[in-house]
């Protein structure tokens, strides 16, 4: 009853902040929260995001350096990397979430130096159980793309997926939003959004794209949402007893399958013409056209080229980690230097399944810069390696 009581209440009330999205109001100073992302009702606030879906010219290892051996790319890492007549190299067209200062979607919101590690995904969607989380979605992009979450409430017109499950396609708006236009989707936040018994006093879930999932997510679209227990978020989400949060998404990007294929064969091979699309090979050597088009990232980078994640010595530090993909996605993340705790198991590496998201918290003591990667063997040699650096 009590539960029911809550989204009846909640879904009324974003509903009517839903009208207050197509007025129009004066720019906010750009990074200032506006006053709705502050808005409290008894149910707890109502937490408004501008999220743009945006084609951007991706670089999955910036600079020309492999960070992990120092050196320039060779070998395995150059199949990868290196652009060339059959090859793409290391910058694609794709798809990305990003967060805008308001409804107008004409200022990025800055993302700060502490935040850019989060490379390729979208902003962190943050709430409190009680809270409503709300999505001014725009679809910049050329082709139509939705916001699908993961873990929150949401009805049929904020789902962010179409499927014959008899719902009028009308009422599902949300489900595939054209280029140019926009939705607004709105996720309540119950308490099984939130932290269980045994989790600490936040979970993240993932949100992505699922017109056509795979190709939607293969292009680029995703992001995290983490939920705080009742009465552990700061004002801006945050929970209220972590030092620092990470995010890390680690993700085989299968290019062949991204909606910009034919772009970036187009834009970055020499011999567009000559690309052969269809022969394979061992896949983590990246020999053919097509093996060289798997791309091993984490937050999008490969070869610890990520900005450095930095972390206080002593203080409680807390991972949200995931994947998403197809059968080559099943990633073991691990960490050099510190441990976390699991559901309060020991462990230093997390297996990963397809769309999981496990959130784990570290008190590091052994300060100094420490890779974190995926422990699949293959996976490593493709590039599935960042560095954090723990501070004394
Ligand atoms: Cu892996």
């Given at each position: ?119 390729i ?12 989380i ?26 962010g ?41 936040s ?22 949402i ?6 552990m ?21 299968n ?6 294929l ?52 002593g ?68 590039g ?9």
């Amino acid at each position: 009853m009590h539960r029911r009581k809550f989204i009846g209440i909640s879904v009324a009330g974003a509903f009517a902040s839903i009208a207050s999205a197509t007025g129009t109001r004066p720019d906010p100073p750009q990074g200032v929260s506006t006053p709705e992302e502050q808005q409290d009702s008894p149910q707890g606030k109502i937490r408004t995001y501008y999220v743009a879906a945006d084609e951007v010219e991706w670089d999955y290892a910036p600079g020309s350096i492999n960070g992990f051996t120092g050196k320039p790319f060779e070998g395995v890492a150059a199949n990868f990397v290196n652009s060339g007549p059959h090859r793409i190299g290391k910058v694609y067209r794709k798809a990305v979430y990003r967060e805008y200062t308001d409804d107008t979607f004409r200022h990025l919101k800055p993302r700060s130096s502490e935040d850019a590690y989060l490379g390729i995904l979208g902003p962190s969607l943050r709430a409190e159980v009680g809270d409503t989380i709300r999505v001014v979605f725009k679809n910049n992009a050329s082709r139509p793309y939705s916001m699908h979450p993961h873990g929150v409430f949401y009805d049929k017109a904020s789902e962010g997926a179409l499927y014959h499950d008899g719902v009028p396609m009308a009422k599902k708006p949300g489900g595939a939003v054209p280029p140019g236009g926009g939705n607004v989707y709105t996720w309540p936040v119950p308490e099984r959004a939130g932290p269980g018994p045994n989790d600490p006093s936040s979970v993240g879930w993932l949100y992505h794209s699922h017109v056509e999932e795979m190709r939607d997510t293969d292009s680029g679209l995703a992001g995290f949402i983490s939920v705080t227990r009742r009465g552990m978020a700061r004002p801006d989400g945050t929970p209220k007893d972590v030092d620092r949060e990470f995010f890390s998404l680690y993700l085989m990007y299968n290019e062949n399958q991204s909606w910009y294929l034919e772009h970036n064969i187009n834009t970055y091979c020499g011999d567009p013409k000559g690309v052969n699309k269809l022969k394979s090979g061992p896949l983590i050597e990246g020999t053919t056209f097509k093996t060289s088009n798997f791309m091993c990232a984490i937050n999008g980078y490969l070869y610890c080229t990520m900005p450095l994640m930095a972390a206080r010595q002593g203080k409680r530090v807390r991972w949200y980690v995931a994947t998403m993909g197809d059968f080559n996605n099943y990633h073991t993340a691990h960490w050099h230097g510190n441990t976390v705790l699991l559901n309060g198991s020991r462990t230093d590496v997390l297996s990963l399944a397809p769309a999981q998201t496990l959130t784990v918290d570290m008190v590091p003591d052994n300060p100094g810069i420490w890779l974190y990667h995926c422990h699949v063997s293959g996976h490593m040699e493709m590039g599935m390696d960042v560095y954090y650096q723990i501070l004394a």
